[in-house]
Structures are given as structure tokens and as C-alpha cells.
């Protein structure tokens, strides 16, 4: 969504800030600025386009501001211009805040400050802030912002200043996350960790409700009633490498490459060496409860939709549990029925999508359990949650999810043969045999990974089509899913993904010799049936791109190109059959010069619905 970075402390905030943002910039980057808290008053610079602009704007001059405040915005409201870039001012110039997420009533909010005499400079919904603050501005600041909170309906965060108390900063969150980091004679917020991650890793994460008043040597918390309260500082574990591009040239290659150590982590400790599962870490998910359930709803949006999407197949093939999956921003408004026995997971690797959010929060109201597969400690989605289940990919910035896409498979995976175990629905032996399977994928992954490729290749002879149809079956057909979604979103060229055996009620008009069509091929007991598939295909003189399993002769022969990944049980292929998909958008957009990290139009987490 955007990305917000405030600094108290002894050092210039200027570097601070600019640096903060440039770590979280895949949060959002169609315009951003920064202010700085001079002696003279609020220095605001704000540029339209990514961070680049900022910098250019902000110029080499140093500035001694200790307090300052960064934000890099994906419009809501306004367009993406530098009048509607954050920070916003009040009409005297002395407050100024940086917001992320909405303030729905701000239409009402801003007649009402017109009324009584406030101008505004820009089209957004935050600007209000900024002159309801100003309304209280004689009580102090952290007061006023706690005055302004009550007035303001939506979810958001936002941090503010005042020249008239330049030793601080303020800063409030609602179902949109801020974090504090506090350092040595300093203290930042920020809407995600990496943007303080180099100066410290004592890190708060906030409660919604929660006013922060941060000086440079510590942080006053309080309710929004003005309580003081208690907030838990931890260690953040992760390490700031984490934000680098360790020496690939783009942090999506990076997290494609680090796919084999994300699915290790995630199944670390959690898969037995005899191929049995022990999720014993989540409380809750014990026998008794599992054999009770009657139905899973899965809700998620995205990739994240697509990997519950591949597991809901083997949910129900493995451990026979009927599954409904749904896009959580259609999933929260067809007024399902939930029942006590009916489990909803929420998958959502930043843990703070809108929409699934509120879906997971519909369910949980309507006395369903919620458990929220999620990467981030401390998310919303943790909170919102009767149990969490975490990958551990590490911290992803290519806003095309890849690594966390995968580590979400397996973790749903390790959940399906644990649901097949207490329901006693497969053998013991048949289960360790999977389970022993699952402990080899990473390593499978990283021989895919290491092979020589003709993906670049492929990638040349296609990157100038107009349109790719993506073709599978089963759980195939939801990585094909994935695959399309990929290289619409880094490429921009459209695609389309479809069941195969639906190919030809319709789809089959859209095949020539100018659309390529991807198949995913693994060799599921449905194989024979995409064979047939592919020969309609090919009929129609459409190439054939297939994602197949080594040596499988058929398909060579069927095919203009292959992508071979490893032979593994077809339950837990799409972990391997993804990855040709992921490199294979990947080259087509590095081939048309496109921003694969930051794709346009997108952020990496949409906090809106
Ligand atoms: C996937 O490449 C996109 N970045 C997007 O579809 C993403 O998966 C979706 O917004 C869900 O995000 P979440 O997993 O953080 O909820």
C-alpha cells in the first residue's frame, strides 16, 4: 500500500529517511516525499514518480532536521501528482503527517474544515488529518492527535510532527500497520520493519488504537483514551541482507533463487525424518479438533489465492475434508454459512491484505475457527487469527510474490497430510511415503534451479507475443493459475489460464498460430487426458510452452518447447512446476526493459479494499 518512515533522534534524518524509504519502497511508489524538521519550520520536498524522483528533489544539500518523516504513496485518492504526495500540511504549515491505508469519511470531514475556514492543497483523504490535528493544535500534539482520532472513520496509520514541538513525533495505527524501532538516542516508525532494519532491531509492533509519542531517547504509549499501556519490545529475528539484492539483479530473481531455502525453513522442524508431520506449534490443531471438522473455506486473494487454490486439491484428495475456496474480496460479501465445525483459512503472506482480513474476521465473528497462514510475525493477520501458521520465507520485496508463493504450498501441504493422519484417512505407510517425498522438494528445487535453462531462450522467441493461454488440469491447472497471473503482472501482457478440458467450450476460438499456449504437464492420473488436450492445441497450430516432468517422452514429442523439472508425487509438483512459470515472466519482462521489482500499477501488500 504506501510506505511510511518517521526518524527521532541526535543523527541528521534526512539520509535516515531516505534510505528507510527506499526499503520500502515496494510498498507502494507512484510518488513519495519527505519533511524535515528545521529550526526554521517544516521543510516538505514531494515528487511525483518512484523514489528516484524524491532523491533528485531532495538534492545533495545536508540538512540538520533530527526529526523528519518520509512516505512513498499508492494513490487511493487523488491521482499521483506532487500536490496529492505525501507529507500533508495544516494551513499554518506547522503540523505536517505522512498516512497509509483510508479515511473513509473525509468527504464530510473536509466540507466541514472548509466550513470553518481550513484550505486545502491536495485531493486526498489525508490531508483531513493534518487539519484536524491543527483544530486541537494549542492542547499539544500527541493530544491532538488523540482529538483527530475521534473524528476519523476507515483504517489507517499515520505519523505526525509540529515545529511548535520539534523534539517528537506522534504516530497511531488502525487495522494498518506501524511499527516503533528503537535505537541508541533514537526512535523510528515505520509501516514495515526493513525501513529501520540497518540502525536496529528492537522492534514494537502497535496495537490498533495505540498513540505513540517518540522522543529521541524513548516512547510514551497510550490508549486512545489517553491511558498510558504497555507495549512488548522484541528482537526482530531476521537479517538485514534481507533488503539487499545480494548480488542478483533484481530482488525477484533473488527470491526465486532463495525458493530452495524458503521451502527448508518452512518445513524445518515441522516434518519428521520418517516423513511424519508435528505442527504441535500451533495450539488448537490438535487430533481431537481436526477429526471434527466437516468443511475448509479457504479465502485469500492472489497468489496466495492460487496457492490455496493447489492445495484444496490435495486437502481433499489426501485427507477427504470437502473444501470451498474463494477470493476473500468475494468470499466476505456472498454471506457464506459457517459453523463451528467449519475451518477458514486465511492465507496472506503480509498478513495485512484488506480483504482477507475482513473475510478471516466475518468467519471468526460468525463463530468459525480462523487460522491465518501468513510470513509476517506481528501481522494483522496474527491477531485476527485463532491460529497462525507461518512461513518462513524471509522478508520478500518483489512485489510478484514467488518465494512466499511456494513456502505457502508446502506449509498448506504439511496441513493436509496432518489432516490426513488424525482422520485416519490414508494409510500410515502411504502418509511417510509422502511426507518423505515433501522432505526431498527443496532439494529437487534447487537442482531446478541449478540446471542450465532454455528458459532465456524461450523467453526471446515469445516476449513479443500478444496473448498466452495457459492450459492444465487439477492441481496443474491452479499453477497454471500462477503462472499467467505472473506474466500479466511483470510483463503486461494479457493471459489467460484455463481448465483443459474447458479449452474447448470457448477458449479454443481464441488458438492460432500467433498465441502461444503453456501447459503444465505433470504426470497426475489426468496426464492422459491433457495429452488429448495438447493435440487440440495443436490443431489449431498453436506452440506448445510445456512445464513437464523429466523424461517424459510424450510431451517432448508434443511439445515446441519443454521446461523439464524434477519427477515427485503430483501432489507436490506445483511447488516444482511454478518455478519455470516465475522465470519464465521473469525474462520475458527483463527482455521488453520492464521494472520487474516494481510493476506498475501494483503494490507488494494492499491494505485497501
Ligand atoms: C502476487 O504476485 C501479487 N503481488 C498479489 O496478487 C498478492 O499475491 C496479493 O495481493 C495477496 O497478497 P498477500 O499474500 O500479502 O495477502
Request: glycine letters at 8%; hydrophobic letters at 45%; a negative charge.
Amino acid at each position: 500500500m504506501c510506505g511510511i518512515v518517521g526518524y527521532v533522534g541526535r543523527r541528521p534524518g534526512k539520509p535516515i529517511i531516505l534510505d528507510g524509504l527506499k526499503r520500502l519502497e515496494y510498498r507502494g511508489y507512484d510518488s513519495a516525499g519527505l519533511a524535515l524538521l528545521e529550526p526554521d519550520g517544516i521543510n516538505v520536498v514531494r515528487a511525483v514518480g518512484n523514489l528516484d524522483a524524491l532523491f533528485l528533489a531532495a538534492g545533495e544539500d545536508s540538512s540538520d532536521a533530527c526529526v523528519a518523516l518520509g512516505h512513498t504513496r499508492w494513490a487511493t485518492h487523488g491521482r499521483p501528482t506532487e500536490e496529492n504526495a505525501h507529507p500533508h500540511s495544516d494551513c499554518s504549515g506547522r503540523i505536517t503527517i505522512v498516512l497509509n491505508g483510508i479515511v473513509e469519511n473525509y468527504k464530510e470531514l473536509r466540507e466541514r474544515l472548509v466550513a470553518k475556514g481550513h484550505t486545502f492543497g491536495s485531493e486526498t483523504d489525508a490531508e483531513v488529518v493534518a487539519h484536524l490535528i491543527e483544530e486541537h493544535a494549542d492542547e499539544g500534539l500527541t493530544t491532538a492527535v488523540r482529538a483527530a482520532l475521534g473524528e476519523l472513520e476507515g483504517h489507517y496509520s499515520f505519523v505526525a510532527m509540529s515545529s511548535d514541538e520539534p523534539d517528537r513525533l506522534v504516530g497511531t495505527r488502525l487495522e494498518t500497520p506501524l511499527v516503533v524501532g528503537a535505537g541508541e538516542h533514537e526512535m523510528f516508525f515505520a509501516s514495515a520493519i526493513p525501513a529501520f532494519l540497518c540502525h536496529t532491531r528492537r522492534v514494537v509492533v502497535l496495537e490498533d488504537g495505540d498513540v505513540v509519542t517518540l522522543r529521541a531517547d524513548g516512547a510514551e504509549y497510550t490508549d486512545v483514551a489517553g491511558n498510558a499501556i504497555v507495549r512488548e519490545e522484541t528482537e526482530f529475528p531476521g537479517d538485514d541482507d534481507a533488503a539487499e539484492k545480494a548480488g542478483y539483479e533484481t530482488f525477484m530473481l533473488k527470491e526465486i533463487h532463495e525458493q530452495p531455502a524458503a521451502l527448508r525453513d518452512t518445513l524445518a522442524g515441522r516434518l519428521r525424518e520418517d516423513g511424519t508431520v508435528d505442527l504441535s506449534e500451533v495450539e488448537g490443531l490438535g487430533d481431537e479438533f481436526l477429526r471434527r471438522l466437516r468443511r475448509i473455506f479457504i479465502v485469500a486473494c492472489g497468489t496466495s489465492f492460487h496457492a490455496g487454490l493447489i492445495v484444496s486439491y490435495a486437502i481433499e484428495q489426501l485427507a477427504r475434508v470437502p473444501v470451498q475456496i474463494d477470493v476473500a474480496s468475494e468470499f466476505r460479501y456472498r454471506r457464506p454459512v459457517f459453523d463451528p465445525d467449519t475451518l477458514v483459512i486465511g492465507i496472506t503472506q503480509s498478513g495485512e491484505t484488506a480483504d482477507t482480513l475482513a473475510a478471516m474476521r466475518l468467519a471468526r465473528e460468525a463463530g468459525s475457527p480462523v487460522l491465518a497462514l501468513t510470513n509476517i510475525m506481528g501481522s494483522q493477520a496474527t491477531r485476527d487469527a485463532d491460529f497462525v501458521l507461518f512461513t518462513r520465507a524471509g522478508l520478500e520485496i518483489g512485489v510478484a510474490a514467488t518465494k512466499t508463493h511456494t513456502a505457502q504450498v508446502a506449509a498448506l501441504l504439511l496441513l493436509a497430510l496432518r489432516l490426513a493422519w488424525a482422520r485416519g484417512a490414508m494409510s500410515e505407510a502411504e502418509l511417510t511415503a509422502l511426507g518423505r517425498e515433501l522432505r526431498q522438494v527443496p532439494e529437487l528445487a534447487e537442482q531446478l534451479l541449478a540446471r542450465p535453462s532454455a528458459i532465456e531462450q524461450i523467453a526471446q522467441r515469445y516476449h513479443d507475443e500478444r496473448f498466452f493461454l495457459y492450459l492444465g488440469r487439477g492441481m496443474g491447472y491452479a499453477v497454471c493459475l500462477e503462472g499467467a497471473l505472473k506474466l500479466k503482472e511483470i510483463s503486461y501482457i494479457p493471459t489467460e489460464a484455463y481448465a483443459a478440458g474447458e479449452m474447448k467450450h470457448g477458449p479454443i476460438a481464441l488458438l492460432n498460430s500467433e498465441s502461444p499456449v503453456v501447459v503444465v504437464a505433470d504426470d497426475g492420473p489426468v496426464f492422459p487426458k491433457l495429452v488429448s488436450n495438447i493435440e487440440e492445441v495443436r490443431a489449431r497450430g498453436a506452440d506448445v510452452i510445456a512445464v513437464a516432468t523429466d523424461d517424459n517422452e510424450v510431451i517432448g514429442e508434443l511439445s515446441k518447447d519443454v521446461l523439464w523439472v524434477p519427477k515427485t508425487d503430483h501432489h507436490l509438483a506445483p511447488i516444482l512446476t511454478v518455478i519455470p512459470l516465475q522465470l519464465l515472466a521473469y525474462h520475458i519482462a527483463g527482455i521488453k526493459g520492464l521494472n520487474v521489482d516494481q510493476p506498475r500499477n501494483l503494490a507488494k501488500t494492499v491494505t485497501v479494499e
